[in-house]
C-alpha cells in the first residue's frame, strides 16, 4: 500500500505516507512480540499496542480519503483490509481476556 502511495499519490503526502508506514508495520510487530509474550498480560498488552496501531493507521487512511489523495474505491479496499484485522484483534483480545478469568484447580 505504502508502495502505491509513493509512486502515484502526492508527493507533499509523503510524511503521512511514512506514518502509515510505521503504524502498518508496528501492527506486525506488536503481533509478532504477542506470539512470545512472558504473561497472559503481556500478551494482551501487545495485542493492544497493534490495535492502537491499527486504528491510527484507519486515522492516516481517513485524512488521505479527505484530502482526495485517495479515491473512494482505494479507501473502501485499504479500510476493508484494516477492519478485518482490526476484527481479529478484538476477538484475540476479548479470548483472551475471557480465559485469563478462568482459574485452574
Known amino acids: 500500500m ?8 502526492e508527493k ?8 502509515i508506514l510505521r503504524s ?3 501492527i ?11 504473561s497472559s498480560a503481556d500478551f494482551i ?10 486504528n ?5 487512511l481517513n485524512m488521505l480519503k479527505e484530502s482526495q489523495s485517495l479515491t473512494f474505491v482505494q479507501h473502501e479496499s485499504m479500510s476493508a483490509d484494516l477492519d478485518e484485522l482490526i476484527a481479529m484483534l478484538v476477538a ?3 479470548t483472551s481476556k ?3 478469568n478462568i482459574v485452574i484447580k
Do not use: C, P
Open 2 to 9: 505504502v508502495r502505491y502511495l509513493y509512486t502515484s499519490g
Open 12 to 19: 507533499h503526502f509523503d510524511s503521512v505516507y511514512n506514518q
Open 24 to 26: 502498518g508495520t508496528s
Open 28 to 38: 506486525s510487530a506488536n503481533i509478532a512480540e504477542s506470539q512470545f509474550a512472558q
Open 45 to 54: 498488552t501487545k495485542l493492544h499496542i497493534a490495535l492502537k496501531e491499527a
Open 56 to 60: 491510527e493507521t484507519r486515522m492516516w
Open 92 to 94: 484475540s483480545l476479548n
Open 98 to 100: 475471557r480465559n485469563q
